[in-house]
T-cell receptor
Framework: DQQVKQNSPSLSVQEGRISILNCDYT??????FLWYKKYPAEGPTFLIS?????DKNEDGRFTVFLNKSAKHLSLHIVPSQPGDSAVYFC????????????FGEGTQLTVNP | DTEVTQTPKHLVMGMTNKKSLKCEQH?????MYWYKQKAKKPPELMFV???????INESVPSRFSPECPNSSLLNLHLHALQPEDSALYLC????????????????FGPGTRLLVL
């Protein structure tokens, strides 16, 4: 049972444009959501997170939006840069311990110069 | 310092070998994790240690044996592995408990690429 889904395995955008990566979840108990970026041969790197008490969190070029009623979150990258090309994983957790992260399958973002 | 280090970077082993993966962090984190990641798949949680005690074992076969000798170190002992165990093994660490509410996260190491022949 895939509780966190990223339905787009890949996304290609032009440099300077907006990248929008989407994530859906089925477990209504999830209350903390994270985005990780992963380059080849490296471990995932934390990008941005959002608690279920918020609907938006912004950090520089990165903004995460949470729609709890739709069980949907998205990551917006504006403006996109070639260095943003990586695999992006959405992850979710339940409760305060945060020990168990459930990951989506990832979206390969390619930003073309 | 937000670094988690893992050794070795690459490992090739036969099905009868015994080997160990090592992970180290000096962020004062008291939770440490082992994940397994197959190509084009998300990381899958294997084990969680909290305050040096095993708190989560996701029904991992006994040929994988974790060990947490102290708060900075995490090992994964491997014995009699199968070719399907070939994967990237990721270590991570984090605060325990309410750290999540402060925007904390899990910090990942670069992984060990394991090939079982």
């Amino acid at each position: 049972d895939q509780q966190v889904k990223q339905n787009s395995p890949s996304l290609s955008v032009q440099e300077g444009r907006i990248s929008i990566l989407n994530c859906d979840y089925t477990n209504s108990m999830f209350d903390y959501f994270l985005w990780y970026k992963k380059y080849p041969a490296e471990g995932p790197t934390f990008l941005i997170s959002i608690s279920s008490i918020k609907d938006k969190n912004e950090d520089g070029r990165f903004t995460v939006f949470l729609n709890k009623s739709a069980k949907h979150l998205s990551l917006h990258i504006v403006p996109s840069q070639p260095g943003d090309s990586a695999v992006y994983f959405c992850a979710a957790s339940v409760g305060t311990s945060g020990s168990r992260l459930t990951f989506g399958e990832g979206t390969q973002l390619t930003v073309n110069p | 310092d937000t670094e988690v280090t893992q050794t070795p970077k690459h490992l090739v082993m036969g099905m009868t070998n015994k080997k160990s993966l090592k992970c180290e962090q000096h962020m004062g984190h008291r939770a440490m994790y082992w994940y397994k990641q197959k190509a084009k798949k998300p990381p899958e949680l294997m084990f969680v240690y909290s305050y040096e005690k095993l708190s989560i074992n996701e029904s991992v076969p006994s040929r994988f044996s974790p060990e947490c000798p102290n708060s900075s170190l995490l090992n994964l002992h491997l014995h009699a592995l199968q070719p399907e165990d070939s994967a990237l093994y990721l270590c991570a660490s984090s605060q325990v408990g309410a750290g999540w509410r402060k925007g904390e996260t899990q910090y990942f190491g670069p992984g060990t690429r394991l090939l079982v022949l």
